[in-house]
């Protein structure tokens, strides 16, 4: 069938007419599809961000013949609520939000056009409660069902009457995190005993003290830690700065208000909380584009590197007495396995409760979430690059390494019938089968090559000298050392565009 040039010039406008309409639907259908919920760093919920996974990894299945014999869980608390110091800032940005709407009101009246109307007369949701950071019902439905699910997935290792020294819970002297271990020991004992129609039965959850608590608050033990979180949270300020002052001035020029610094980064605070506490996304979320909440989000991911995970080797070498009792645990199963101990003699899980400062450290003891050659770099003790600033992808990412409820665990294998080794180690992160770099990126390891280049490269150090001698180098590094390496890195150099102050500020360090 032949067209006439007319018709053919008429379908080509008409294709051109649909591309330039599809082009102009990506970006909204794009906004529309961002959940800000998975973009709230460590302040994200679990259910918001669990399911999220590594999708160019293939899990190893468990091959037959071989059954679980041992966990080891280490677990961030739920989804709480805001400290009271953060509900200060938060009521001090409601005082500063009036002056501003007051200002404003009193200025051009088209201006008012631009500013939201949930602005108006907003109040802190927690204005005038005077404790805070305690578990909430969210976070008590986190633990309970991932109780559940785990007894589910591990029947095997919870098909015995409950006993204190089979199945040990452990939490921190902090309520949130023993509040968690019980939620979630509710769960997995769900219709094991006799208490009410739900047929709960009662068990043990044990504490430390905080002043010596080194399996699950080493951080709080840890003086040579404290100094260098002492050190660098300034710096860390400063990295956020050029981020927070570009989108000052967008926020300003969007919605003819005068915030200030101070003002975005306590409005990106209450959109975390709002959020992840109170399923709130179209009032302080919704003042920032996807884009923006992607820097918002990445700079509180280079907080989190830096200060908890691999910004530097004592923010999880100073974990090696949490990373040894794990292995002991696991050691002395595959004792009691192969003495053929009577069933209800033996421990076969061992469940601790604590915090992201718990978590992330831990995780990095693993290896977890390294690409390429890094995990080569931390067995040489070489400082790694921070993560790539959006658009580029990155594997460090709060919301995924230590969500509220965020866990390891380290589930011990028996698998007789295979040639290399009896015993394997499989590690899921938030549920979901992880890569080891220190196991050749498997997620099912011989144990024997999880204790050779996983385990014991860290044990070489002593949590007592590591945390309380002072070294020659420590003295003689000035603080503001690792600011101007970190300024000099490759993913700084975009934040040049920001004015010549900034220019000068960072050449004065």
Known sequence: MKYS?????????????????????IPSMADELFDVRRHLSTVSRYGAVKDIADNGFVASSIPDGCSAIHL??????????????RMRELE??????????????????ESLQQIPAWLWGWQSPWKGKQKGGELI????????????????????????EYHPDIYVIKATQVPRASASAVAFGIGLFNGRGSLGPGRHRAFSVTTESRASDILLRFYDCCQNYKDYRESQEPMVNKLKEPILDEITSALVERYQLNFTRQDIASLWFLCKQEASLLDIVNQACSLFSPSEVALLEWTDD????????????????????????????MEQAIKDHEEHRAPGTYEKARLRFAHAETVVPFSCLLGLFLEGSEFEQIQREEALQLPPKPPQKRSWRGSIVAPFTGNNMLVLYSCPANNSSNYFVQVLHNEVPVPMPGCYNTNFCPFEVFKERVVNPHLKHDYHLLCNRRSEKQESKPVTSKLVQLLRWPFFQESEIQSKKHDAEAAEL
């Open 5 to 25: 040039s007319s018709e053919r010039y008429s379908e080509m406008a008409t294709a051109t007419l649909l591309l330039l309409c599809a082009s102009l639907l």
């Open 72 to 85: 080891n869980l280490v677990a961030r608390h739920g989804t709480r609520s805001p400290t009271k110091k």
């Open 92 to 109: 001090s940005l409601a005082n500063h939000m009036e002056v501003l709407l007051r200002d404003a009101r009193n200025g051009k009246q």
């Open 137 to 160: 019902s969210k976070g008590e439905d986190e633990l309970y069902h991932l109780g559940i699910r785990t007894r589910e997935r591990f029947p095997d290792l919870f098909n015995e």
């Open 302 to 329: 280079l907080e989190v590197f830096i200060l908890k995970g691999y910004g530097e080797s004592i923010n999880y070498r100073m974990g090696v007495p949490l990373l040894q009792d794990v292995v002991q645990s």
